[in-house]
């Protein structure tokens, strides 16, 4: 069966600090992968999309970046964090036979 | 351009009695649909979804959901509500002619009372 990872679960970092947010499936080959924001608990905001090894679209112009160094690999980036780069940060993945997305647990992201 | 519209913030229930939790779309064409929850502090999880066929989709948990096209709606619904059925509900939509993007509402806080 499929799984998702993504670590760490909760994570502190000063204002000019970077990051790195890892997201790893298993169980399939060659799925959509996704990163979203969640502000204040509430709606999703899709930041990127990667339909393969390498090939990042990103949604909204921001502080972040991702990459895709591996197939079931999927990376959130940011050379230096900013206050409002806090929020609730969810990967999740589709396979291409599914219709449906499928999330990990998410990592809430303070920036303090 | 696509979008989901969950017209209730918050919805309050009494434990026992139906539930319904709104959920209107604006996609050209004939659009996937979904409903994920989130409990505090966690990821989504897939309810269920329409993709084609009976307007009435059955999910897990005991919910269900309505697909109405003509007033593009997707409403999800539970005969009978639990206290544990209190959660953060997110209705999605996903256009089917090569859409790789979910658009998902603003979500819609469900509070069952006991």
Redesign the interface.
């Known amino acids: 069966s499929q799984t998702i990872h993504q670590w760490p679960a909760t994570l502190v970092q000063p204002v000019g600090s970077p990051l790195s947010l890892e997201c790893t499936v298993e169980g399939t080959s060659n799925p959509n992968l996704y990163w979203y924001r969640q502000a204040a608990g509430r709606g999703l905001q899709l930041l990127f999309y990667s339909v393969g090894i390498g090939q990042i679209s990103s949604e909204v112009p921001q502080n972040l970046s991702a990459s895709r160094p591996q197939d079931r690999q999927f990376i959130l980036s940011s050379k230096k964090l900013l206050l409002s780069d806090s929020g609730f940060y969810l990967c999740a993945w589709r396979g291409t036979g599914n219709t449906e997305a499928f999330f990990g647990q998410g990592t809430r992201l303070t920036v303090v | 351009a696509q979008s989901v519209a969950q017209p209730e913030d918050q919805v309050n229930v009494a434990e026992g009695n139906p539930l319904t939790v709104k959920c209107t779309y604006s996609v050209s064409g004939n659009p996937?649909l979904?409903w994920?929850v989130q409990y505090?502090?966690?990821?989504?999880?897939?309810l269920l979804?329409y993709?084609t066929g009976d307007n009435l989709v059955k999910g897990s948990y005991g919910f269900e959901a309505e697909f109405n096209k003509s007033q593009t709606s997707f409403h999800l619904k539970k005969p009978s509500a639990l206290v544990s059925d209190s959660a953060?509900y997110?209705c999605a939509v996903?256009d089917?002619t090569g859409g790789?993007?979910?658009?998902?509402?603003?979500?819609t806080r469900l509070f069952v009372k006991a």
């Open positions: 996937y979904f994920y505090p502090n966690r990821g989504l999880q897939f979804k993709i953060l997110f996903r089917r790789f993007k979910t658009i998902f509402g603003a979500g």
